[in-house]
């Protein structure tokens, strides 16, 4: 089998797609419970940044992880604006931050994937992945719910202590994917609703990980031609999901005055 691809020409067609087909059994809602994560490149797999490190070869710097991190906790510690709990938590700021790791960023919005997904550049076609992520913790074992930086440790084991440093080592051979549910560091991260995930395997990308578990059909691909960008940008615009609210600052409101008026 293989990753389901779907291919949208507008933003309606998205939103119909990613709707559920009947109410939620238990709520009544019509939500659905994945994640979305939008690229530029249709062609692109996922590649965490860590993965993409010196710009060659993928995977090729991933042993420097561990130095990324300690010098990130060395260095940030005069801008927090308190010390985080516990090194899961350094590393989730390093990744909100722009720092390499091997988080990946994913949003419980698909219209924040969209924006992500047509931002201007190159002309080709976009992509916005779906992750059934609660079909990846049934997989692994894990709780049917995001887990929270300070519910890591005990994340295999009650009572256990798993850092960072242990996934970096290899000292635990536990073999999962989990969903992270970052604290609220800054009023981006709740704009954006923002979540992360965090694979064992840093020698491949994560669609590829998935696959060879079993688990290509946890995500879905929706396609979006390169003609047919700029209007669900637009239609982005109009629904009010543009620069100027997923950067809630200067920046974000100078950005979107450069693209609106461009």
Not at 35 to 57: E, I, P, W
Not at 106 to 135: C, E, H, K, M, N
Request: glycine share 6%.
């Amino acid at each position: 089998m293989s990753i389901t691809t779907v291919h949208i020409e507008t933003l309606g067609d998205l939103i119909d797609r990613v709707t559920p087909e009947r109410p939620d059994p238990v709520t009544g809602r019509w939500r659905d419970a994945g994640v979305y994560r939008g690229s530029a490149d249709a062609g692109a797999t996922l590649l965490t940044s860590l993965d993409r490190l010196g710009g060659g070869t993928p995977h090729s710097k991933t042993d420097l992880e561990s130095h990324i991190l300690r010098n990130f906790i060395r260095y940030s510690r005069p801008h927090l604006g308190r010390e985080p709990a516990n090194d899961w938590e350094h590393l989730v700021s390093a990744q909100h931050h722009g720092a390499p790791t091997r988080l990946l960023d994913w949003t419980y919005s698909p219209l924040v994937a969209a924006f992500f997904a047509t931002r201007p550049g190159v002309d080709r076609d976009r992509v916005i992945w779906r992750l059934d992520w609660q079909r990846v913790h049934e997989k692994f074992s894990l709780p049917p719910r995001s887990l929270m930086p300070s519910e890591l440790g005990e994340m295999f084991e009650k009572g256990a202590h798993f850092s960072p440093w242990d996934l970096f080592e290899a000292k635990d051979r536990h073999t999962f994917a989990a969903l992270i549910e970052p604290p609220s560091l800054d009023t981006r991260i709740v704009t954006q609703a923002a979540v992360f995930t965090l694979s064992s395997d840093k020698t491949m990308s994560f669609d590829r990980f998935l696959e060879t578990r079993g688990l290509e059909k946890a995500l879905t691909k929706f396609t979006i031609a390169a003609t047919d960008v700029a209007r669900i940008r637009d239609q982005l615009d109009l629904v009010g999901v543009d620069e100027r609210r997923l950067f809630p600052d200067l920046d974000g409101v100078a950005a979107s005055l450069r693209r609106y008026y461009g």
